[in-house]
């Protein structure tokens, strides 16, 4: 038998040393009993972290819709795999049976081969939150094409830029989508990105507002007729277990957003066996991931980690502040969720309404409330803790990142004992290290450094799409042999772990990770700028939000500075999306520089921290006076 399911304390440390010792047999026993396979594989895993190359279940066939879909119809045909809960509360639920499921994804993945797609093609999904996202994504991996997902929030430029990497051949969109009392021009956005985007053929729109939009003719079809006259019935392409499941684009510190790489086998164990005890889901609890399918979260915990289990999934169209800040408590009442994953930013953003709203509701359904995308702080922890869970329900805050496909640092409910603002314990089979800034590895505990992963784990992204070496550079060459997170942890006295947040350039705004750099490409782009940058400072509700400190190119720029922030903040906009502008913006005579040219941001970010007096020795920049026209000006 083996440990699928960890109940109490020292069972996770007993199935930690043995995930630890022997992690082939491991593995091997978890994949073998609780997964369908179409064959067996011939080696569990073949790793070499220096070129980096990582292999887990060799030679095993198998598609992941067949575990996540058909093997559960036999003795789950009625359940609901998807509940889908529209943004306005008077329309109806959407409750579709896995039975239903099968049928729908069929019908897509044949529309997807009737317009020529076949394994191991690209297509772009830039779907709101609505069934079709869900069926889209699952009909790609039931023929072997490669989704990737694009976020229904990122303007055109961000979308095209995606799927020129990847060379896209299809997106499938919607007419547009719904947010709050709010309509948004999808196909509007589609239209545009496409314009730049030569290598797409076709494009598939599903109707959800019923707008008026412009179809071009031999490129773009209505969605529902092709599934209407398409068949129900379908097989699954057989694929390799490294064969790519999935495409999904991060921001980097630098350059263009990386498009990381899944594994077909290894993301599907990994995110299976996570989901069934982080979230400890029991047949017939109905679960509910508030995050959107276009980041990891949705891809990992609404799709393939809680279909897997034969679990029950809502899919959310709408927002926490619609029709008023109660909705996400209404939605619980009324599905009755057992289990409830959000991030820090919806938390704070809640709690600021008071506890009115959240008493109202009935929610002693819930068991397990989960945190993910950011570190959750103290308030917001015992906010969740009290009023949310009536002290009844823990808290799991899972630390994981886009690359590593599944959570890897956190408490499994009711069995690990829960500390507010700790993420708590490595999972099975992770083995988390602290590195200090030499490289060597702190031992022991009471420790802080940089977070490193020394071993492979079968969910681990396996490449940058089109760029190995830009891989390898990010995440392996910081330190030997190691898989390097970006972010920095401490490690407490009893080996607990806390993240104390990120490392690098990288930025995290309501839990959206956001690279530094393209921001400021976008800032730079504006004829009066010199040059820009941007960093983080801390905000009630956003966690972090961006401040930038912007040098015109003429200092007696006549234009008056409000119109200028305006319009500096819609060319974020309409580079990346409105969740990159920034919050503040001031304008500088200069920037801090070394003297070789390279802009102090560390400077910068200690007085947008207001630590002005804990800036370092300022005396060896190029121009040390700067810095105290900056203090002056500070907003
Ligand atoms: C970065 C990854 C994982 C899905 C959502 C974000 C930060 C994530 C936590 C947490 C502290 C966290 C890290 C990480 N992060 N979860 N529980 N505690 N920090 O995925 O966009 O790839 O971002 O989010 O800094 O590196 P992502």
Redesign the pocket.
């Known amino acids: 038998m083996s440990n699928y399911h960890i109940k109490h304390l020292e069972e996770y440390y007993q199935v930690y040393r043995k995930s630890i010792r022997e992690p082939e047999n491991f593995w091997e026993e978890i994949a073998e009993e609780h997964f369908l396979w179409r064959k067996k594989w011939t080696n569990v895993l073949s790793w070499d972290f220096s070129k980096p190359e990582v292999k887990w279940f060799e030679g095993a066939k198998l598609n992941i819709t067949e575990n996540c879909i058909d093997r559960h119809l036999a003795t789950r045909g009625d359940k609901t795999a998807i509940i889908f809960e529209p943004n306005n509360p008077t329309d109806k639920a959407e409750y579709i049976s896995y039975k239903q499921l099968y049928e729908r994804v069929n019908q897509f993945a044949n529309v997807l081969k009737s317009k020529g797609v076949t394994k191991g093609d690209r297509v772009c999904i830039y779907v709101p939150m609505i069934p079709e996202l869900a069926i889209a994504t699952l009909a790609c991996a039931r023929i072997g094409a490669i989704h990737s997902v694009v976020f229904a929030g990122f303007s055109s430029k961000a979308l095209s830029t995606r799927i020129n990497d990847c060379d896209c051949k299809m997106v499938i969109t919607a007419d547009g989508s719904y947010r709050g009392n709010k309509t948004i021009d999808l196909k509007g956005v589609v239209d545009e990105a496409l314009e730049s985007c030569p290598g797409v053929k076709n494009v598939l729109v599903a109707k959800r507002i019923n707008s008026k939009i412009s179809m071009k003719v031999g490129r773009d079809f209505w969605l529902q007729p092709l599934l209407d006259s398409a068949s129900k019935e379908g097989n699954a392409e057989v694929m390799d277990a490294e064969d790519p499941l999935f495409i999904l684009y ?1 921001s980097g510190s630098t350059g263009k957003p990386k498009g990381m790489v899944h594994s077909s086998a290894g993301y599907m164990v990994y995110t299976a066996y996570t989901f069934k005890n982080v979230f400890q889901y029991k047949e017939n609890d109905v679960y509910w991931c508030t ?1 959107d399918i276009g ?3 949705g891809h990992s915990y609404i799709i393939y980690g809680p279909l897997a289990n034969g679990a029950t999934t809502v899919l959310f169209e709408g927002v926490p502040s619609y029709p008023n800040f109660g909705r996400f408590w209404e939605i619980v009442d009324k599905h009755k969720i057992n289990q409830f994953y959000t991030a820090p930013t919806a938390i704070r953003a809640l709690a600021k309404q008071g506890t009115e709203l959240v008493e109202k509701y009935n929610l002693s359904s819930l068991k397990v409330l989960g ?6 702080n103290e308030e917001a922890w015992h906010w969740y803790n009290e009023n949310v869970g009536k002290k009844k329900s823990p808290i799991v ?8 496909g599944g959570i890897m640092i956190t408490p499994i409910p009711y069995v690990t004992p829960t500390k507010p603002t700790y ?1 708590t314990l490595p999972f099975i089979g992770i083995q988390p290290a602290l590195m200090n800034e030499n490289g060597d590895e702190l031992k022991g505990n009471q420790v802080e450094g940089r977070l490193c992963i020394k071993f492979p784990w079968p969910s681990m992204a396996r490449t940058i799409w089109g760029s190995h070496q830009r891989y390898k550079e990010t995440y392996f060459s910081a330190f030997d042999n190691m898989y390097f ?3 920095g942890a401490l490690r407490d006295e009893v080996g607990y772990y806390r ?1 104390t ?2 490392v690098d350039d ?1 930025i ?1 705004v309501s ?3 956001l690279g530094t750099a393209p921001i400021e490409d976008a800032i730079n782009e504006h004829p009066a700028v010199a040059e820009s940058a941007i960093v983080g400072f801390p905000h009630d509700i956003k966690g972090s939000a961006l401040y930038g400190y912007i040098t015109l190119k003429d200092a007696g720029e006549s234009r008056n500075h409000k119109n200028l922030s305006k319009e500096i903040n819609q060319l974020i906009a309409d580079r990346i999306g409105p969740i990159a502008k920034l919050d503040k913006i001031q304008f500088t005579e200069g920037l801090p520089k070394t003297r070789s040219g390279k802009i102090m941001r560390r400077i910068l970010r200690k007085i947008a921290h207001n630590e002005m007096d804990n800036l370092g020795d300022i005396s060896t920049l190029l121009n040390p006076d700067v810095v105290q026209s900056i203090i002056d000006n500070k907003l």
């Open positions: 991060t995050a980041w990891i979260t945190s993910v995308g950011e570190p959750i805050d899972t630390w994981w990142q886009t690359e590593t993420a997170t970006g972010d993240i947040g990120r990288v995290i839990g959206h990770n």
